[in-house]
């Protein structure tokens, strides 16, 4: 009996742990230039990753290792009709869209730029799942 209470408390503390690391990650094409703070990106695959320890959302360049952005992350409401992973962009006055906030299931980024009055807003979103 007790190698078999042995067993049990391992393997409850193995997937603990493995629970405890587990990182959210999820792909999206963007299909046109957008900017973060002041630098502009090129379109192309970009990866989201939400790290549980730091409760961070991470997005980065699939094709470009040294492209890379990290946010803290809060949690929202999530239900089954919605996507997986949401991107939102607002227009920039050059053109170029201004990536907005970040959402991957129940972890969102706060509003990541300041829209700009003195110009028309157009938005544009990026959603899908895994």
Known sequence: MRPMIRMLVLAAVFVSATVAF???????NVPFSFRIHDKTFPG???EVDFDSIYHTLKLSSTTDTKVSYCWIASPVDFSPNMSTLSLKFDGGADDIHVLRSIRLETWSTQV??????HFD???ASITGSR
Do not use: M, Y
């Open 22 to 28: 587990a990182i959210e990650r999820a792909v999206v």
């Open 44 to 46: 192309g695959a970009f």
């Open 112 to 117: 990541l730029t300041l829209r700009k009055k």
């Open 121 to 123: 807003q157009h938005e």
